[in-house]
């Protein structure tokens, strides 16, 4: 039977009755709040928020079924070749917010999108919310009709960095390259007033030395009045130089993703308006506490969460439970490459800075990468685990679906994580360690790359093979473009040799 003869399932019916009534009442509301220009907004392979603006004419309910041929895949990063590049962009009526501070005196709409194939008008394999959407496919065939996600988002905002003596050198090497961060909240910075603080004193802090409290909340207000985000906490997180956290509430895995991705958005624009600059990248200060992405992550079949039970006596998981730790620890090397997937990355991953080194788990301990909250003793609810690991660098759409793989795959084969570990995992010798089972992380993205090459089994239920080629080519020419440069510490410890 040819594909245009077949006639859709009565779900495939209806799930596209709903879109399309979706669709309808959104581009209702833009044209009653006399909305010009919308901006359609896709994420690329390695995690970057894309974006076009259409005139709100140009759209109509079958944009929300076929796509807006509005991308030249062979441009954007780990996607489609030159001869192949023509890709839709299909918005997510969902996802419909508001940009506050473009337009002309009005707000400017905008969706996230699907990107599709342009001839065949299927999801592309490449696009990471489209890999995000099959693992929830995925999921619901293993009998998971839900899986709620909170990622714990850490950030810094400077008052400048000054990359010395130019971005070219800094990129090319020539003459030598350095940069300089500027925060009034740091221990270097000359007395502004503020109580200064020393390396890791920062967490919690309350103004004056908490610089950024106004910033933080202008930020929730963007997101929650505008973005559809529901806020949790904002606060001063543990790096003394403009470190902060946005909590937010737990929603499933798709939701949830595209919620980080207007986080960052958010926190850049906001930022930069006020004259500053924000920056995900997970160490950007030697001495001090890196930006973490803890991923905290729970399954759900009939209304009821598959982690909790109350007969555990340890911290109330199941054994269902106990097979999804054993899946992430099995596979966390091979997670790094994409929970952690800069350079960068890896010099926040080393011991003394809170960030997880070994791959174990507990039910209190910070030292382990996986840990099961123990708040809300005898709430079926709350019952979930928190996987410490990624940083703020990570795509998230690949993140949460690469967790939930790993997850899954320890529970499809009954993977008994180790015991768990309620000791300061730094403190231990290496015997002792080996002895609990403790494995070490990668120690850079090239070694996670290796791991992820000959392990990535797991993924395959919903990775295609082109989607993980090319994302290891890719980490691998990161790796390498560090490797040939010269550091400005080597010039340091071996000028004089």
């Not at 980080?260 to 004259?275: F, P, S, T, W």
Request: hydrophobic share 35%; glycine share 6%; proline share 7%.
């Amino acid at each position: 039977m040819s594909a245009t003869n077949v006639v859709p399932s009565g779900a495939e019916r209806g799930s596209a009755t709903r879109t399309d009534e979706a669709a309808e009442a959104a581009l209702k509301t833009l044209a009653d709040r006399k909305i010009r220009w919308v901006e359609l907004f896709f994420t690329d392979l390695l995690g970057g928020f894309n974006h076009v603006h259409v005139p709100l004419h140009t759209l109509d309910v079958e944009s929300f079924r076929s796509g807006v041929p509005k991308l030249d895949g062979s441009s954007v990063r780990g996607f489609r070749e030159i001869y192949e590049s023509d890709m839709l962009l299909q918005p997510d009526p969902s996802t419909l917010a508001y940009i506050p501070w473009e337009g002309d005196g009005r707000h400017t709409a905008r969706f996230i999108c699907n990107v599709l194939n342009g001839a065949s008008k299927e999801p592309y394999a490449h696009d990471p919310r489209g890999i995000a959407r099959r693992t929830v496919d995925y999921l619901t065939s293993l009998g998971y009709d839900h899986s709620y996600w909170g990622p714990e988002i850490e950030f810094f905002v400077f008052d400048a960095v000054r990359l010395t003596p130019s971005p070219a050198a800094v990129r090319d090497a020539w003459g030598g390259a350095g940069y300089l961060i500027e925060s009034s909240e740091a221990p270097w910075a000359s007395s502004t007033g503020a109580s200064l603080a020393r390396f890791k004193e920062g967490y919690y802090r309350a103004p004056p030395f908490d610089t950024l409290a106004a910033l933080r909340t202008e930020i929730g207000n963007v997101l929650s009045d505008h973005f559809n985000v529901v806020m949790d906490a904002h606060h001063h997180e543990v790096a003394t130089a403009a470190q902060s956290e946005i909590n937010i509430h737990y929603d499933e895995l798709v939701p949830t993703a595209d919620h980080v991705q207007d986080i960052r958005y958010v926190v850049k624009n906001v930022a930069h308006r006020h004259g500053k600059m924000a920056s995900f990248m997970p160490k950007p200060i030697y001495g001090d506490n890196g930006s973490g992405m803890h991923t905290n992550q729970s399954l759900w079949r009939g209304g009821e969460n598959v982690f909790y039970d109350p007969h555990d006596p340890y911290a109330e998981i199941s054994q269902t439970c106990r097979y999804y730790i054993g899946g992430l620890l099995e596979h966390a090397r091979a997670l790094c490459a994409v929970t952690n997937p800069i350079t960068n990355s890896y010099r926040r991953l080393v011991p003394g800075y809170e960030a997880p080194v070994f791959i174990a788990w507990s039910k209190a301990n910070r030292s382990a990468n996986v840990r099961v909250p123990f708040y809300h003793r005898g709430r079926p609810a709350a019952k979930r685990l928190e996987y410490r690991t990624p940083d703020s660098a990570a795509n998230i759409y690949l993140t949460e679906a690469a967790l939930a793989l790993a997850g899954v795959d320890g529970i499809r084969r009954k993977i008994e994580p180790p015991p768990p570990v309620d000791q300061d995992i730094y403190k231990l010798t290496p015997s002792r360690r080996k002895e609990l089972g403790v494995r070490e992380l990668p120690g850079s993205l090239g070694e996670a790359v290796d791991c992820l090459a000959s392990d990535h089994d797991f993924l395959k239920p919903v990775f295609s093979t082109s989607v993980l080629e090319t994302y290891l080519d890719l980490k691998r020419e990161e790796q390498l473009q560090l490797n040939l440069r010269p550091h400005p510490y080597e010039f340091y410890r071996y000028l004089d040799v």
